[in-house]
């Protein structure tokens, strides 16, 4: 499963590649809002750091969308154009897909709507596991449920684990077989964090310590003690 961050943040988009874990960046108007910078600047800064970036329709009309579409497409090679999943979404999304496009239908809350977004070609779905946690339904049971009816349909379209809200949601996505998972930068950055791993760390720390200190005091010489 590839790890994606749900974010308009340079400093982290920046932090994941040098990680060496990063795959790519979802963003989306709200994200490039609190980042206080224009749209269309930020996601080419995005796209000469990392691949597979997804930018977002803010239009509603298939017409509209199709325009706005392939305005987004044209800012970079890397752009994913996320288009709503709505008949004026998926109508969009077809026709630019059809132009070559890689088209992230986003908004999917059912396995009904996952199958529409595979109809018209998209190159993945965003299923939004934490809205529907906030609803008292079971948004990872979406995603494997989704991951199942395409893999019994031969359906290529990737699915994509949005609305991560915690590290348990990172491991129960990859489990029910999603493609990718994208998440916020402290979900991501809380996945390196394990007890046993700080107290490991801190053990070798000390004992490199005393062994360096054992080895001087043999080196030193017997006059000097």
Request: aromatic share 6%; hydrophobic share 45%; proline share 3%.
């Given at each position: ?19 060496g874990i990063l795959d790519g ?30 930018a977002e329709c803010v239009t ?134 394990h007890p046993l791993t700080d ?27």
């Open positions: 499963m590839k790890l994606y961050l749900d974010t308009a943040e340079l400093s982290e988009v920046e932090s994941g590649v040098r990680w960046v979802t963003t989306n108007p709200t994200l490039v809002m609190r980042a206080g910078k224009d749209h269309e600047e930020q996601i080419k800064k995005i796209c000469g750091i990392v691949g597979n970036v997804s509603e009309s298939r017409d509209d969308l199709i325009a706005e579409g392939r305005r987004l497409a044209a800012w970079h090679k890397n752009v994913i154009v996320k288009v709503p999943l709505t008949p004026d979404g998926l109508g969009a999304g077809r026709v630019l897909a059809g132009e070559g496009v890689r088209i992230n239908v986003t908004l999917c809350f059912s396995v009904n709507q996952a199958l529409l977004a595979a109809a018209i070609g998209a190159w993945c779905v965003s299923p939004f596991v934490g809205r529907l946690d906030d609803i008292n339904e079971d948004g990872v049971g979406l995603v494997r449920d989704i991951v199942k009816a395409y893999r019994e349909t031969g359906v290529k379209t990737k699915v994509l684990s949005a609305s991560i809200r915690t590290p348990m949601h990172v491991t129960q996505s990859a489990h029910a077989g999603a493609d990718i998972a994208t998440m916020p930068f402290k979900v991501l950055e809380s996945m390196f964090k107290k490991g760390l801190a053990a070798f720390a000390e004992d490199y310590k005393k062994g360096r200190a054992a080895l001087a005091a043999k080196k030193e010489p017997a006059a000097s003690r």
